[in-house]
């Protein structure tokens, strides 16, 4: 039953909770011991806050008869460790910042605790978030559930494993070029990047390329949480339009006969698994069986744009505030932000320049269909330290892109895309299959995600062997 409910949707928790079938000091007590026992295999947190978030799940426990009160009243969540969390340990998963504990939260973790959630502790990420593997060398390589030996993907790694091995019931994640939608993906679990401007970064400056987001087990606890992060702050660089509905209603309702293409071409010249082309294929042939018109079509995407995206990757990278000093640095950050730090300001205004204008040329693209179909990634996930090189530390960087070559895209464009776990490939990994949409259409992703969850349910696969891992770690240790 513990193990049942470990695994249990944040929205049905937050209806146990409120019809006093199970406390927060259940739910809380629960993660904590499954936190115990598997995050020593998987090291998908780095800071916990178990103490503060029992306090907060007795005082919640005490308001549980309330009526008014907000929609995850008393379910526990993980926040991903770039985000601030006053009182909570936050190190952007750099060795500078180990000792660093912010005075006050983001905006998207003050609306996700206005909205009842408790906060257990911070989840695993690359230094500043800057690869797609999740194996900062200050606080360790987080293994896939699925295969240990693997990555879990990046930047929001730790938070998709935390979520996958029911350590938590769901996650806060953010996606700067596919951060979300890649751990995702590897981890069997649906998560969705917002459309630019949808969910404020405040305090800090707008980000061109990066949201936060959900990672779930299921479509309805993502627009939920997506109804709870969105919203503007007065001073936001973009704003997106409001949604004509909440994101939950969409998660019930029928998304009509769409006009859907799909495509295995990757905006970068890579080659792309046979798995993770038949995920494609797969998730084309459901919709079809379901109604809709689809055909194989994709933008033609200027070669350029992966360079322009590049040029701002590596100017971000050394414009971290503050900037910690170079040698402290992962050496594949190190060498990003010597390539940023030699960027000049015209040559980051082209690139911007360049995004802009391809953006709209494959937004155009969106005329004549409602979605795109592709897959998430490129291949299985890479084994750990895969494509580290001591003697070049940046073909780690340029490695990334043979995995994920189908994500930026969106980023750059700034529209919105989700990650849907509707295949498994020949080695028993998850595949998920990107749905890419219109400019501030989540309405449209959720209702198609929706509606492929049904026709092929996926909330109920686990990771095999993990838990006998951590058995077999618990022996050795005592």
């Known amino acids: 039953m513990s193990t049942d409910l470990a695994f249990a949707p944040a929205i049905e928790q937050a209806q146990l909770v409120r019809g006093k079938q199970v406390s927060p000091v259940e739910l809380v007590e629960l993660y904590a011991r499954r936190i115990e026992r598997l995050n020593p295999v998987l090291n998908a947190w780095v800071t916990l806050a178990l103490d503060r978030a029992m306090d907060e799940a007795r005082a919640a426990e005490a308001r549980a008869g309330d009526e008014d009160l907000p929609a995850f009243h008393g379910v526990p969540i993980s926040i991903k460790d770039l985000n601030d969390t006053a009182g909570i340990r936050t190190t952007h998963g750099t060795a500078t910042y180990a000792d660093r504990i912010p005075g006050y939260d983001d905006h998207v973790v003050s609306r996700l605790r206005a909205a009842g959630f408790i906060v257990l502790g911070k989840t695993n990420t ?82 061109l390329l990066s949201q936060n987001g959900p990672i779930s087990r299921t479509v309805s606890d993502a627009a939920a949480l997506l109804d709870v992060m969105s919203g503007p702050v007065a001073g936001d660089a973009w704003t997106a339009p409001p949604p004509q509905r909440e994101f939950l209603a969409e998660a019930t309702t029928p998304p009509g006969r769409l006009r859907i293409a799909f495509s295995c071409k990757p905006p970068a010249d890579v ?45 971000g990278a050394a414009a971290q505030d503050p900037m910690p000093p170079l040698e402290t640095l992962d050496p594949v950050n190190r060498a990003l932000a010597e390539l940023g730090e030699t960027t000049s300001g015209p040559a980051f205004r082209r690139a911007w320049n360049r995004i802009e204008r391809e953006s709209r040329r494959i937004v155009s693209f969106f005329d004549r269909y409602d979605v795109l179909v592709t897959p998430t990634v490129a291949s299985p996930p890479p084994l750990h330290g895969q494509y580290k090189d001591a003697e070049q530390p940046l073909m780690e960087f340029f490695g990334a892109i043979n995995f994920v070559p189908f994500t930026g895209a969106w980023n750059s464009t700034g529209q919105p895309a989700a990650t849907v776990p509707v295949h498994t490939d020949e080695l028993g990994l998850p595949v998920g299959v990107q749905l890419a949409g219109r400019q501030y259409d989540e309405a449209t992703l959720i209702r198609l995600s929706a509606q492929l969850e049904q026709a092929a349910p996926w909330a109920h696969r686990r990771p095999p062997g993990v838990e006998a891992e951590a058995d077999v770690l618990s022996r050795r240790g005592s």
């Open 126 to 207: 690359p230094e500043f978030g800057t690869t797609p593997w999740t194996e900062p060398p200050a606080y360790g390589v987080c293994r896939n559930p699925w295969d240990t030996s693997r990555t879990s993907g990046g930047s929001s790694g730790g938070a998709a494993v935390a979520l996958a091995a029911g350590m938590c019931p769901v996650s806060q994640g953010s996606d700067g070029g596919g951060s979300i939608r890649i751990p995702a993906s590897v981890c069997g679990l649906y998560g969705i990047k917002p459309s630019r401007g949808r969910v404020s970064a405040a305090p800090d400056p707008g980000s």
């Open 271 to 315: 080659p792309v698994a046979p798995g993770n082309q038949e995920g494609v294929r797969r998730a084309a042939g459901l919709l079809s069986d379901l109604g809709h018109d689809v055909e194989e079509d994709s933008p033609e995407y200027d070669p350029g744009l992966v360079d322009a995206f590049l040029t701002i990757w590596f100017v």
